[in-house]
């Protein structure tokens, strides 16, 4: 396992300039693999910024309207990455990944570069990234932006607004380059972020994304199969409409991030299908108890996104902030303590401490 000292750590940061009132800097080179909507969009956020951004796509049809937004387009991936980049953003479809890895290997210059990805699911991407041998200069990243569409033409820098990121750690991930990462989260992207570890980003990635595309998924198939689908069709509306958007998304990038979490979407499947049988056995046996409690058991969650609409449309909700010193040599526990409270990081100060926003959480 390789830690990090707060020797290291000063040793390595040496000479670096007065950080800025608005925290770290964006790294002034971000370059890009592949322009469909999330690294399109990136590409278009940082380039507002005053970012230097360089990009490179698997086909050169964006190429023209990516270089008119002040995109530097590279002719070949190899070209891209001898560059040496502060950070190289793989934003290629998962199942690109390992031939990617394969092709930056011998050209990537890991001190000068750091890699990272917006992959929706961290754990086989951080396995690929180790089989190439690249682990101290990786650090997991992953938007919590995006729609149905895909490709760049649905690239949009407003895609990113009020977004929240993922950073994610393995037990190699330097410090340093998480908080390279976050220069470019929270003053190139202006975003607030998270750091947890792969597992718990995964788990919690199946619940609130994965397992939902699933059962959205589900749904239009059962609309499908119907034989008066058409009526149904004509009387659905709102509730159907939100419940089956994500299913709307091309179904070959639905099913290859499905697949990628395999495990932990099989397990919570199982779980939806003991709630949903637990209570159709209610419906059938008229038990008004449970289904009392079926229809209760969330309220937690009601009165969380209540507090949060609140907050929205009132002048006296006051944002609370936290400030946290980080240790580097504990700095894994306390980011992930910090995520598990609630507190969205909004920039780092310096390098070894941070403000953070709190947010409300769901009381149980």
Same mark, same amino acid.
């Given at each position: 396992?390789?830690?990090?000292? +707060?020797?290291?750590?000063?040793?390595?940061?040496?000479?670096?300039?007065?950080?800025?009132?608005?925290?770290?800097?964006?790294?002034?080179?971000?370059? +890009?693999?592949?322009?469909?909507?999330?690294?399109?969009?990136?590409?278009?956020?940082?380039?507002?910024?005053?970012?230097?951004?360089?990009?490179w796509n698997h086909r050169d049809?964006?190429?023209?309207?990516?270089r008119a937004a002040g995109i530097d387009c590279k002719d070949t991936l190899e070209e891209l990455v001898a560059e040496e980049p502060d950070v190289l953003m793989l934003c290629n479809p998962l199942?690109?990944?390992?031939?990617?890895?394969?092709?930056?290997?011998?050209?990537?210059?890991?001190?000068?570069?750091?890699?990272?990805?917006v992959g929706s699911v961290k754990g086989p991407v951080r396995t690929q990234v180790s089989e190439v041998?690249?682990?101290?200069?990786?650090?997991?990243?992953?938007?919590?932006?995006?729609?149905?569409?895909?490709?760049?033409?649905?690239?949009?820098?407003?895609? =990113?607004?009020?977004?929240?990121?993922?950073?994610t750690f393995g037990?190699?991930?330097?410090?340093?380059?998480?908080?390279?990462?976050?220069?470019?989260?929270?003053?190139?992207?202006?975003n607030t972020m998270i750091v947890i570890d792969d597992v718990t980003h995964d788990r919690?990635?199946?619940l609130i994304s994965h397992m939902p595309h699933v059962l959205s998924t589900a749904l239009i198939n059962e609309m499908t199969s119907d034989a008066n689908n058409a009526i149904a069709s004509a009387l659905s509306a709102g509730s159907w409409r939100d419940m089956t958007r994500v299913a709307l998304t091309d179904p070959d990038r639905t099913r290859a991030m499905v697949v990628e979490n395999a495990h932990n979407v099989e397990e919570l499947l199982h779980r939806m299908i003991d709630w949903?049988?637990?209570?159709?056995?209610?419906?059938?046996e008229e038990d008004e108890t449970e289904i009392r409690h079926f229809f209760a058991e969330g309220q937690p969650y009601r009165d969380y996104k209540a507090q949060i609409n609140a907050g929205k449309v009132s002048d006296s909700t006051e944002t609370i902030f936290q400030s946290l010193r980080i240790d580097p040599e504990h700095w894994?526990?306390?980011?992930?303590?910090?995520?598990?409270?609630?507190?969205? +990081?909004?920039? =780092?100060?310096?390098?070894?401490r941070l403000i953070a926003e709190q947010h409300p959480s769901i009381r149980s």
């Open positions: 396992m390789h830690e990090e000292t +707060i020797k290291q750590w000063d040793r390595d940061n040496a000479g670096e300039p007065q950080i800025a009132p608005e925290g770290i800097e964006c790294p002034k080179h971000v370059a +890009i693999v592949g322009l469909g909507l999330i690294g399109g969009s990136l590409a278009r956020r940082l380039r507002e910024s005053g970012c230097h951004v360089s990009a049809h964006p190429y023209a309207n990516a199942v690109a990944m390992p031939q990617v890895l394969q092709t930056i290997k011998p050209i990537i210059n890991p001190q000068k570069t750091t890699l990272s990805d041998g690249l682990l101290d200069c990786y650090v997991g990243a992953h938007p919590m932006a995006g729609n149905e569409h895909s490709g760049w033409v649905a690239a949009d820098p407003t895609l =990113f607004d009020d977004a929240l990121w993922a950073v037990l190699h991930t330097q410090y340093r380059r998480v908080v390279q990462i976050a220069g470019m989260i929270t003053r190139g992207v202006r919690e990635a199946s949903l049988s637990e209570f159709a056995n209610a419906l059938h894994r526990e306390q980011l992930l303590k910090s995520a598990q409270r609630g507190e969205y +990081i909004v920039r =780092f100060t310096s390098g070894h």
